[in-house]
């Protein structure tokens, strides 16, 4: 038996007519989960923008062979800050704000479980990220060197070692991804606790929503993966300013210990950002597919088995560096064996799409983009666990093609699909479908001819991180087809900004349930209510509102 809480759409008056400055000041001192997710959110797409100008920049450098646009200099930093933006400030606070909002109201809990580290863990976050991009007004220190960080995103060594990075640039790179980790660290562990212990009555692990179960996993991963990194930064701060010399080779440390540590993060890092994406689309493809989601109990294994396998796939990024046949036969073996899992989810979304009744909403057109995207970035994927091909390819832009179409075909458009489905639950007003059906066909458009020829002009032996090449490589009309996918992107993701603003005034009433879904954020009015329920709900299944709505079809199969 399933009981619910439906409340009405109501918006205080009072509230209303709050001076500007009084509404403002809420936000800033809230612990309420919802305000912080959509601040986390919000602040994670200011971030994109940012980062996606930096990588306009670096395109419009490479458009052509010989150019001259910017200097080695500022490309160096572009590509730095680009790298690190999308990572630590985009990808990480967007997905856990999504976690932030979602998990409380889906689980039938009133809060997170520490809601001041909740909003503690925000704050973290957007001061590491401001600190980071103070370093282009405060890093040029008593030498007069280059403005902002130069060392790649990944910062080896000995790029990193005062010698080569003169100022104080690299020292905000480590600080501001530093205090950014531990906002993060805060987030997982408040989502690890809160979905084992705030349940509510009748929800077991079996029965909750695939995204609880994603979050929780990567909650694990951010507090498994997340501290072996910032230990890694603060030996980093003590090579450089203390005498110490971890990572000094001439004075009997490891320049390659840094990336064991910097990989160690840095693969579970992919699953932290991927993993919610799944769960996006696990909960976005039944809903628009009228059926349940196809697989459940095994969807769950395998994404148990990804948490745990990803912590063992790390060094396959370093194939290049000598580490012996035995190493290299390891952690092949291992990338193989995790896109088993990864492969699973895949045939549940296309077992759960088969024999539907398909509606191609924004949201749908959004996750569907995300599984075929997603599948040639795997695809690739494994191509690159294969040693002797690694080494063929390794630093070339087959590896930035490959990488995007993970992080950016994956994560990105899965973000995209979720604003568009859990919006009218946040705001109360839907979308524009009309914007949001060309905002999906514009995007999927510039992103497929900038990063899909990638792959060409990496076999042909274009290499990562350089800011021009030579004009006899045969390389000009590859990069010329990616800059010029560039501009098209930007039209896409300014769609889908300015369909998020306008529709906040002017769209249409969404109403409780605008998309007839299944889980119990659902059951709440839209925007919700601060205490989200009005009397703490009471579930029988894992679809407890097609329980309430259709007790004549017990099995749930929408149709």
Same mark, same amino acid.
């Given at each position: 038996?399933?009981?619910?809480?439906?409340?009405?759409?109501?918006?205080? @008056?009072?509230?209303?007519?709050?001076?500007?400055?009084?509404?403002?000041?809420?936000?800033?001192?809230?612990? %309420?989960?919802?305000?912080?997710?959509?601040?986390?959110?919000?602040?994670?797409?200011?971030?994109?923008?940012?980062?996606?100008?930096?990588?306009?920049?670096?395109?419009?450098?490479?458009?052509?062979?010989?150019? %001259?646009?910017?200097?080695?200099?500022?490309?160096?930093?572009?590509?730095?800050?680009?790298?690190?933006?999308?990572?630590?400030?985009?990808?990480?606070?967007?997905?856990?704000?999504?976690?932030?909002?979602?998990?409380?109201?889906?689980?039938?809990?009133?809060?997170?479980?520490?809601?001041?580290?909740?909003?503690?863990?925000?704050?973290?976050?957007?001061?590491?990220?401001?600190?980071?991009?103070?370093?282009?007004?405060?890093?040029?220190?008593?030498?007069?060197?280059?403005?902002?960080?130069?060392?790649?995103?990944?910062?080896?060594?000995?790029?990193?070692?005062?010698?080569?990075?003169?100022?104080?640039?690299?020292?905000?790179?480590?600080?501001?991804?530093?205090?950014?980790?531990?906002?993060?660290?805060?987030?997982?562990?408040?989502?690890?606790?809160?979905?084992?212990?705030?349940?509510?009555?009748?929800?077991?692990?079996?029965?909750?929503?695939?995204? @609880?179960?994603?979050?929780?996993?990567?909650?694990?991963?951010?507090? =498994?993966?997340?501290?072996?990194?910032?230990?890694?930064?603060?030996?980093?701060?003590?090579?450089?300013?203390?005498?110490?010399?971890?990572?000094?080779?001439?004075?009997?440390?490891?320049?390659?210990?840094?990336?064991?540590?910097?990989?160690?993060?840095?693969?579970?890092?992919?699953?932290?950002?991927?993993?919610?994406?799944?769960?996006?689309?696990?909960?976005?493809?039944?809903?628009?597919?009228?059926?349940?989601?196809?697989?459940?109990?095994?969807?769950?294994?395998?994404?148990?088995?990804?948490?745990?396998?990803?912590?063992?796939?790390?060094?396959?990024?370093?194939?290049?560096?000598?580490?012996?046949?035995?190493?290299?036969?390891?952690?092949? @073996?291992? =990338?193989?064996?995790?896109?088993?899992?990864?492969?699973?989810?895949?045939?549940?979304?296309?077992?759960?799409?088969?024999?539907?009744?398909?509606?191609?909403?924004?949201?749908?057109?959004?996750?569907?983009?995300?599984?075929?995207?997603?599948?040639?970035?795997?695809?690739?994927?494994?191509?690159?666990?294969?040693?002797?091909?690694?080494?063929?390819?390794?630093?070339?832009?087959?590896?930035?093609?490959?990488?995007?179409?993970?992080?950016?075909?994956?994560?990105?458009?899965?973000?995209?699909?979720?604003?568009?489905?859990?919006?009218?639950?946040?705001?109360?007003?839907?979308? %524009?479908?009309?914007?949001?059906?060309?905002?999906?066909?514009?995007?999927?458009?510039?992103?497929?001819?900038?990063?899909?020829?990638?792959?060409?002009?990496?076999?042909?032996?274009?290499?990562?991180?350089?800011?021009?090449?030579?004009?006899?490589?045969?390389?000009?009309?590859?990069?010329?087809?990616?800059?010029?996918?560039?501009?098209?992107?930007?039209?896409?993701?300014?769609?889908?900004?300015?369909?998020?603003?306008?529709?906040?005034?002017?769209?249409?009433?969404?109403?409780? %349930?605008?998309?007839?879904?299944?889980?119990?954020?659902?059951? =709440?009015?839209?925007?919700?209510?601060?205490?989200?329920?009005?009397?703490?709900?009471?579930?029988?299944?894992?679809?407890?509102?097609?329980?309430?709505?259709?007790?004549?079809?017990?099995?749930?199969?929408?149709?």
């Amino acid at each position: 038996m399933t009981t619910l809480s439906t409340t009405p759409v109501t918006e205080p @008056a009072e509230a209303a007519r709050e001076p500007l400055a009084t509404r403002l000041h809420r936000w800033a001192i809230t612990v %309420d989960h919802k305000r912080l997710g959509i601040m986390y959110i919000a602040s994670g797409l200011v971030f994109f923008v940012i980062g996606g100008l930096e990588a306009a920049a670096m395109r419009a450098q490479l458009a052509r062979a010989g150019n %001259d646009l910017i200097s080695p200099q500022v490309f160096n930093q572009l590509f730095t800050m680009h790298g690190t933006t999308m990572v630590f400030l985009v990808g990480m606070p967007v997905l856990l704000g999504f976690g932030n909002y979602l998990i409380p109201l889906m689980i039938g809990a009133r809060d997170m479980a520490f809601p001041r580290l909740n909003a503690f863990g925000f704050w973290l976050f957007l001061f590491g990220g401001l600190l980071l991009y103070f370093s282009y007004i405060g890093a040029q220190g008593l030498y007069g060197a280059s403005v902002a960080p130069d060392v790649g995103w990944f910062a080896y060594a000995p790029l990193t070692d005062r010698t080569f990075s003169r100022g104080n640039s690299t020292d905000y790179w480590i600080l501001g991804i530093m205090v950014s980790g531990f906002g993060s660290i805060a987030t997982g562990a408040n989502l690890v606790t809160t979905i084992l212990c705030m349940r509510c009555k009748g929800m077991t692990l079996l029965r909750m929503p695939m995204m @609880a179960w994603m979050m929780l996993v990567v909650g694990v991963l951010v507090l =498994t993966a997340l501290g072996p990194l910032t230990a890694a930064q603060v030996m980093l701060l003590f090579d450089r300013h203390l005498g110490a010399h971890f990572f000094d080779p001439q004075q009997g440390g490891s320049a390659v210990l840094w990336q064991h540590f910097f990989w160690f993060f840095g693969h579970p890092e992919v699953y932290i950002l991927i993993l919610p994406a799944f769960g996006f689309a696990s909960e976005i493809i039944p809903t628009f597919s009228r059926k349940v989601l196809f697989g459940y109990p095994l969807m769950v294994a395998a994404t148990v088995a990804i948490g745990f396998i990803s912590l063992s796939v790390w060094a396959h990024h370093m194939f290049a560096v000598g580490m012996g046949p035995a190493l290299n036969a390891f952690f092949s @073996a291992m =990338t193989f064996i995790i896109a088993v899992p990864t492969g699973i989810k895949i045939f549940n979304w296309i077992g759960t799409m088969w024999g539907g009744r398909i509606r191609f909403e924004p949201p749908m057109l959004f996750a569907t983009g995300f599984v075929a995207m997603f599948v040639i970035g795997g695809l690739t994927g494994v191509m690159l666990a294969m040693v002797p091909f690694d080494w063929q390819v390794s630093d070339s832009y087959f590896v930035v093609g490959h990488f995007h179409y993970v992080l950016f075909g994956g994560t990105v458009f899965a973000i995209f699909g979720a604003i568009h489905y859990w919006y009218p639950k946040a705001i109360g007003r839907m979308l %524009d479908r009309r914007v949001g059906v060309w905002s999906f066909w514009i995007l999927f458009i510039g992103f497929n001819l900038t990063f899909f020829p990638m792959h060409i002009s990496g076999l042909l032996g274009m290499p990562r991180r350089i800011y021009t090449y030579q004009p006899d490589r045969d390389l000009e009309l590859w990069n010329l087809i990616s800059s010029l996918g560039v501009p098209i992107q930007m039209l896409g993701v300014s769609l889908v900004i300015w369909n998020l603003v306008r529709s906040a005034f002017k769209g249409a009433p969404a109403g409780p %349930d605008p998309w007839d879904a299944w889980t119990l954020e659902w059951s =709440t009015s839209s925007p919700p209510p601060e205490h989200n329920f009005d009397a703490s709900p009471a579930v029988g299944s894992a679809r407890p509102l097609w329980d309430l709505k259709h007790p004549e079809d017990p099995d749930g199969r929408y149709e």
